[in-house]
């Protein structure tokens, strides 16, 4: 499985992105397809996924960030950013028990 991730980039506050993760998978036939981010010197944090047909996302990003998918790639939209929001964004995909991952792309906010 390869999930090649794009969209980062330098943002002011309040500004917007949109991240895709291109998978070789149809990602209707995963079990789960989630956004995860990474500060340095701080644990990988999920931030968005999808399992079963319903979305979850982290309190912090709730109604701001918005998970979806098609069959060949999952996106994360994501508005209002802030400060905060400054990390590697990486993509995610569970298959059974095994877990994929893309490279990161960075996303960095400024003030």
């Known amino acids: 499985v390869q999930l090649q991730a794009s969209g980062g980039g330098s943002v002011q506050a309040g500004g917007s992105l949109r991240l895709s993760c291109v998978s070789s998978?149809?990602?209707?036939?995963?079990?789960?397809v989630g956004w995860h981010r990474q500060v340095p010197g701080k644990q990988r944090e999920l931030v968005a996924y999808?399992?079963?047909?319903s979305t979850n996302y982290v309190d912090s990003v709730k109604g701001r960030f918005t998970i979806s998918r098609d069959n060949a790639a999952a996106y994360l939209q994501m508005n209002s950013l802030k400060p905060e929001d400054t990390a590697v964004y990486y993509c995610?995909?569970?298959?059974?028990?095994?877990?994929?991952w893309g490279q990161g792309t960075q996303v960095t906010v400024s003030s």
């Open positions: 995610n995909i569970r298959i059974g028990w095994d877990s994929y």
């Open positions: 998978r149809n990602l209707f036939s995963v079990n789960a």
């Open positions: 999808i399992s079963g047909g």
